[in-house]
């Protein structure tokens, strides 16, 4: 089925410990971006990329690094995990006026 | 900066009955697109309703329709006809399609209301 893949569903983390999310879209989308959801907080933007190559920083970037060396794939990336980031996070692409495919989202729990 | 306020952090109906549930927005740019979604206990996202500001009338999609108030930037979204799988978390969102295009279509969410639908 075409969509928004996201790779791992679930991860424990220990503090300081390093991970990379895996977004897979296959649906030649140029927009693409991953949202963190907190409880009370809605969606935040992380990181956001316009097309292959090219990425920017959104609203909470702070701890987070992403990739888009190919058009398909938005990779992000913790460092050094806090719990602070123990989080939902999701995946989006965007390619038309107004339609967006998000992922089935990431549950993220760093201890 | 835009910003989203849902102001009902959650919500509560009778099954057949309607609801609306509030949504008012914040932005400086003439042109832009609000958006609800919805979000099961499983988790996915799940697109309901469009309406661009431009947009003369009022979106409606089955049993959803936004209540488009233009000059109090509010964007409610009207559920008729409650079913208890109506019972989720709801998003309103908003992008921002700005004349220079770097908005990049990027979405700015509220803080959700949480709707349960009562047999």
């Known amino acids: 089925n075409a969509g928004v893949t996201q790779t791992p569903k679930f991860r424990v983390l220990k503090t300081g410990q390093s991970m990379t999310l895996l977004c897979a879209q296959d649906?030649?989308?140029?927009?693409m971006y991953w949202y963190r959801q907190d409880p009370g907080m809605g969606l935040r933007l992380i990181h956001y990329s316009v097309g292959e190559g090219t990425t920017a920083k959104g609203e909470v970037p702070d701890g987070y690094n992403v990739s888009r060396l190919k058009k398909q794939n938005f990779l992000l990336g913790l460092e050094s995990a806090a719990p602070s980031q123990t989080s939902v996070y999701f995946c989006?692409?965007?390619?038309?006026?107004?339609?967006?495919?998000f992922g089935s989202g990431t549950r993220l729990t760093v201890v | 900066a835009q910003k989203i306020t849902q102001t009902q952090p959650g919500m509560f109906v009778q099954e057949k009955e309607a609801v609306t549930l509030d949504c008012t927005y914040d932005t400086s740019d003439p042109s832009y697109g609000l958006f609800w979604y919805k979000q099961p206990s499983s988790g996915e996202m799940i697109f309901l309703i469009y309406?661009?500001?431009?947009?003369?009338q009022n979106a409606t999609e089955g049993r959803y329709s936004l209540n488009f108030q233009k000059a109090r930037k509010s964007a409610n979204l009207v559920i008729s006809a409650s079913q208890l799988g109506d019972s989720a978390m709801y998003f309103c969102a908003m992008r921002d399609d700005n004349a220079g295009g770097t908005s990049y279509g990027k979405l700015t969410f509220g803080q959700g209301t949480i709707l349960t639908v009562h047999p």
């Open positions: 309406q661009g500001s431009y947009d003369q």
């Open positions: 989006a692409s965007s390619g038309m006026r107004y339609g967006y495919t």
């Open positions: 649906m030649n989308h140029e927009y």
